[in-house]
């Protein structure tokens, strides 16, 4: 009796760290954020459910989130249900001084990426692991 409940513990402990480590591993995606004087607009080159995206940058210190699925509010996050087999992200894009800061909440191997976009218009790329060039 005893060792068949060390076998269940064992077992039941090495699912849980499976699970963690596949809860922990970066999602596959890659984005490419282009802000202007009054706009900010990504485009999805791979690993979201949508194509397009864009707001206006009335508020210099808004906080935008961005998941796979599109903008959402990280107070709505945690009442979805996510699909354990789906590509999951989240992230926020938030601009200060000319600068924009992408903050990983879920999904990335990054926490805070930052670059300074001062001119007109400029354009990055992002992916999973951080800033990289689109193809």
């Given at each position: 009796?005893?060792?068949a409940f060390?076998?269940?513990?064992?077992s039941?402990?090495?699912?849980?760290?499976?699970q963690n480590q596949k809860d922990s591993s970066p999602s596959k995606f890659l984005i490419e954020i282009e802000k202007t004087n009054t706009k900010i607009k990504l485009v999805?080159?791979?690993?979201?459910?949508?194509?397009?995206?864009?707001y206006t940058t009335t508020n210099a210190n808004l906080l935008q989130a961005i998941?796979?699925?599109g903008m959402t509010e990280l107070s709505?996050?945690?009442r979805i249900e996510i699909d354990s087999d789906s590509n999951t992200f989240l992230f926020t894009i938030e601009q200060h001084n000319g600068t924009l800061t992408l903050s990983g909440v879920e999904g990335t191997a990054w926490?805070?990426?930052s670059f300074s976009c001062k001119q007109t218009m400029c354009k990055q790329a992002?992916?999973?692991?951080?800033?990289?060039?689109?193809?």
């Open positions: 009796m005893c060792l060390f076998v269940f513990l064992i039941f402990t090495a699912h849980l760290t499976a999805c080159l791979t690993g979201c459910n949508w194509k397009e995206l864009h998941d796979q699925y709505k996050r945690d926490k805070e990426l992002f992916d999973q692991f951080g800033m990289t060039r689109s193809n």
